[in-house]
């Protein structure tokens, strides 16, 4: 079943402790295609503008992603971004952010989009991911991210969106900054009550847990020894997990769910290890399972015979 | 097989969002040794003054804590602490410090106590932790918990105590500290280097990882929807784990390791669920072992069928 991502498509430009990319294909919904598209038919829609070229179409081919809803705007600049990491990799410090095409971006989904089974709504304002959600009338689920910034001039709407919506995944300190309420699994119930039934915590260097009706699931992430560029973490982690859940049958099942963590887990801590979307890129799904594998051990409260 | 564990016995007043208590008992042995009972032979070290009374001395008791080797002090006052947390409950607050008998303590082990077979140094002055390992000449393990304070005044001397124990539980912020090194997988290491063969790094609400030679394994927090004073958890966790560990044969294989992690994450998550000493006082092992299976439940990548 197919997986539709709207979000940026961007340049980046990072630096962190351990090396610098002046110019790298990034943006939201690029590393989220990337790592969905491990598991599922994905398409992404977004604007970039007359840099981007073969070589960056190539990136997302090369990975099976459907480009034809990425709308090239004449005489533009794709989005560009400019950040740098301290020793504290969970911190993002911005640099420098030129909008480019993506301050007009008025979301055209093309046919074969709006009837796509599954749909992610990447970081972006909330009533643009309003209005690609109800451009999607038949969708089985409808995913979406946000941040701080929305939550704080905008809330009401995303609020709205959010009740659109069937699953939401924000960091710990958004979801309880969205709802006021410092305790986690209360801040979860509340945005449950808005109508999602699935809320995913990410948690940085701490994992993710996962609240729904049925109880609370978390994972630990992948202990790394080298974190080279955690830019994309959080949306390569979305896409493992909403990309596994569109080629599941019955996708809110707990044990669907706790998988699909597991794969958005495995997929984050590939994309952290390297610059951009340079690991992700020529990750394979051997690689992929091998890593699951770990995870499982590595979580087992019972240790698995050796 | 007995546990002894040298460390302060407290007064404690709290002012949490929930509620407050101006005085009750308290300190790290004190938590420490109600955790650990539930699962060995525990007597506590450390000093008390005449305020310290049948009250505070029956609660242990009840838990058949042996306080033969607690030194009450003539003419002296038990250390107390005043502290509060704000909606953060991650971090305290410290209003008042008076250390009282606490400020002279050189401790003296009796004979049981310096042949007990497993040891536990809680977060006192390092030269002092090293004084009480070498009066222990047989023990099986030992192991010790410290600060940043120490950290920071003291670090050779906590590197040479370090070097003398099996297992360190530290806050993952001083494992950081104590190594210089910003990855926690090679602080760990380090910390490894310096003798120990176990590392567990305690991460506040995220829960706890344990690091050996063999591998990684991490436990998020009970998911709480009301913890009510954190004061003592980090203590109520080692209890757990280390009184897990004494109970068996083989204390460093991997699987007694997660165990012992899980029931240190059991007993810490009934700590903060009331204040001081008030739930872990009247826990049974019944409810210990049903929030064990909880855990097992929590945790498990293939959910258990229902």
Redesign the interface.
């Known amino acids: 079943m197919s997986l539709v991502v709207v979000g940026s498509i961007a340049f980046d430009a990072v630096r962190t402790p351990f090396g610098e990319r002046e110019r790298m294909l990034g943006g939201s919904a690029v590393h989220f295609s990337l790592a969905a598209s491990f598991f599922t038919d994905v398409r992404v829609v977004g604007p970039v503008g007359e840099d981007f070229g073969e070589e960056e179409y190539a990136v997302l081919h090369a990975r099976g992603v459907n480009t034809e809803d990425i709308e090239r705007v004449e005489g533009g600049r794709t989005f560009f971004w400019k950040g740098h990491y301290d020793?504290?990799?969970n911190t993002a410090h911005t640099d420098d952010t030129q909008l480019n095409v993506f301050g007009e971006f008025q979301p055209k989904l093309s046919e074969q989009s709006r009837s796509a089974e599954n749909l992610f709504l990447a970081n972006i304002q909330p009533d643009l991911q309003r209005e690609v959600r109800e451009q999607c009338t038949d969708t089985r689920f409808a995913g979406l991210d946000s941040m701080n910034l929305w939550i704080d001039i905008a809330r009401d709407s995303l609020k709205r969106t959010i009740s659109q919506v069937d699953l939401v995944l924000l960091n710990d300190a958004e979801i309880r900054m969205l709802t006021e309420q410092?305790?986690?699994?209360?801040a979860a119930r509340e945005v449950m009550a808005m109508g999602p039934r699935v809320v995913v915590a990410k948690?940085g260097?701490?994992?993710a847990?996962l609240?729904t009706a049925d109880?609370?699931?978390?994972?630990?992430a992948f202990?790394?020894?080298?974190?080279m560029d955690p830019t994309g973490a959080g949306d390569s982690f979305a896409g493992g997990f909403l990309g596994y859940l569109s080629a599941q049958e019955d996708w809110c099942d707990?044990?669907s769910l706790?998988?699909a963590m597991?794969y958005g887990s495995v997929i984050a801590s590939f994309n952290v290890q390297e610059f951009g979307t340079e690991r992700v890129s020529r990750l394979t799904r051997e690689e992929i399972e091998e890593r699951f594998e770990h995870?499982?051990?590595?979580?087992?409260?019972?240790?698995a015979p050796a």
């Open positions: 020793y504290d990799l410092p305790n986690l699994v209360r948690r260097e701490y994992g847990a609240i109880g609370f699931f978390a994972l630990p202990p790394l020894e080298t974190v707990d044990a706790r998988r597991t995870f499982r051990r590595m979580t087992a409260l019972e240790a």
